[in-house]
């Protein structure tokens, strides 16, 4: 069956690193947007960042441009959110999402990983 299986997340300091990953199975992972998404308490989740299927192109939101960096990995079915540079304001659920490149079939979500930035 299909799954996104999110990790790395944590406590982290002020201006510290994470590497949040996310591993995909059960679909034909390089034919898919891959997306990061967050959601803090009490607000809507948003788009954090977004990958092409190939890989070549890549957006961001405002807030995280130079911070956060998306990647993935064709040959081993992981994408990767690396977060430098943490601000309180990063605190969130983070989510892993799938959707297919031709803008047909289903899209798929990971149960979320926890990045709390506090010092």
């Known amino acids: 069956q299909v799954q996104l299986v999110e990790s790395g997340g944590g406590l982290v300091q002020p201006g510290g690193s994470l590497r949040l990953s996310c591993a995909a199975s059960g679909f034909t992972f390089s034919t898919y947007i891959m997306r990061w998404y967050r959601q803090a308490p009490g607000k809507e989740r948003e788009l954090v960042a977004g990958i092409t299927s190939t890989g070549r192109s890549t957006n961001y939101a405002d807030s995280v441009k130079g911070r956060l960096t998306i990647s993935r990995d064709n040959a081993k079915n992981f994408v990767y959110l690396q977060m430098n540079s943490l601000k309180p304001e990063d605190t969130a659920v983070y989510y892993c999402?799938?959707?297919?490149?031709?803008?047909?079939?289903?899209?798929?979500w990971g149960q979320g990983t926890q990045v709390t930035v506090s010092s």
């Open positions: 999402n799938a959707v297919p490149r031709t803008g047909r079939g289903s899209e798929y």
